[in-house]
């Protein structure tokens, strides 16, 4: 008997905000696993700003592609229940990640690598930590984190500065920082988030960067400068940040949530000479550089957040067809911490956002 699943599908590139109307949920015959597929009851699925650079006619050069329209949306991080396997090493029951989410069923092929190997089908241990928490500290979220602060060399006495510190990697950032000794600011977009950072998350300092002048504000807490800014806005936020570093000071610059949306490109930084003239590096980069150390961060990650020296916060909707509407929250800045989908059909429940502070015991 055929297993009907259903799919949100892009019908429309959104102008501007991500709108309902821009999608549709469709039902769909799936076809039984063939040899080296499984077939995957999903659970919870990933809702992450980086997807609306994907709900473009083109993506950024490099990036990974556009959603085609009326197509599903393959290349979203989801944690589900293995129904049926005709690939070794997974059988019914395991808990796995892969890359098809926006979907209550997938037929995933277990050896084919997605999202630059992040996404490729993966057994999980839920024994020590809850299931979704493989889409957040414990996944690409965590990697992104963990990467990110490699990649920007940290030191202990740092001073480092986070943007978005109270989203889901850059909440991740901000502990991890502590961890490594960093004298630790982070940056978000309401007082509520604000209190989350200094009261849940123990950063030395935190604003809201909509409370005056960006330069005033970061000035305030930094007075003598910083040493590493932690990029997720781009923007403004950078060129600030570029008159606030010392010499020798390190950008990793992990997304540009600024530039998601806009219209066209906004223009960079005027300020830029100041990278030479500071002796900075400046570095993008992305999880999927990085996924040999997925095992290390998984392993230290899951030591944290039993010690309870890791906390993460999520923003739960219930319901595939929100999934949509998560996003649109998720880019206005309504969220904290890490936002996921939570699959099953709840009617009662559909559509309710939840927020959870989880910390392992």
Not at 49 to 68: D, K, Q, V
Not at 318 to 331: H, K, S, T
């Amino acid at each position: 008997m055929a297993t009907i699943g259903r799919e949100v599908r892009p019908v429309s590139y959104p102008r501007g905000e991500v709108r309902a109307s821009d999608f549709r949920v469709v039902e769909v015959d799936l076809r039984p696993p063939r040899p080296g597929e499984v077939l995957v009851r999903n659970t919870w699925t990933s809702v992450d700003a980086a997807l609306r650079l994907r709900l473009r006619e083109e993506a950024p050069p490099g990036y990974f592609p556009a959603f085609p329209l009326e197509q599903p949306m393959d290349g979203i991080m989801t944690v589900g229940e293995v129904v049926e396997s005709h690939a070794d090493g997974f059988n019914p029951g395991d808990t796995v990640w892969h890359a098809s989410g926006w979907r209550d069923y997938a037929l995933v092929e277990a050896e084919r690598p997605a999202l630059g190997g992040v996404g490729t089908l993966t057994k999980l241990d839920v024994r020590g930590a809850p299931p979704q928490a493989y889409l957040g500290p414990l996944g690409a979220n965590g990697l992104t984190a963990y990467a990110g602060l490699q990649v920007a060399g940290l030191r202990e006495g740092d001073v480092v500065w986070v943007s978005a510190a109270a989203g889901a990697v850059g909440s991740l950032v901000v502990q991890l920082a502590k961890i490594g000794g960093a004298q630790v600011i982070g940056s978000a977009g309401s007082a509520d988030k604000v209190r989350h950072l200094v009261a849940d998350l123990g950063v030395d300092a935190a604003f809201n960067y909509k409370d005056g002048p960006l330069p005033d504000l970061l000035r305030e807490v930094a007075p003598d400068g910083i040493d590493v800014y932690f990029d997720n806005v781009g923007g403004t936020h950078l060129e600030v940040a570029l008159g606030a570093l010392r010499r020798a000071g390190r950008v990793a610059i992990c997304g540009m949530i600024s530039e998601y949306a806009a219209p066209k490109p906004p223009p960079g930084p005027g300020n830029l000479m100041l990278a030479v003239t500071k002796g900075l590096t400046i570095r993008g980069y992305r999880a999927s550089y990085h996924t040999h150390l997925l095992p290390e961060m998984s392993r230290r990650m899951g030591t944290w957040l039993r010690e309870g020296r890791i906390r993460h916060r999520e923003t739960v909707v219930d319901g595939l067809a929100q999934a949509p509407a998560a996003l649109a929250a998720l880019l206005r800045g309504d969220n904290t911490g890490k936002t996921l989908v939570r699959i099953e059909d709840l009617p009662h429940r559909e559509g309710v956002a939840h927020r959870f502070d989880q910390r392992q015991s």
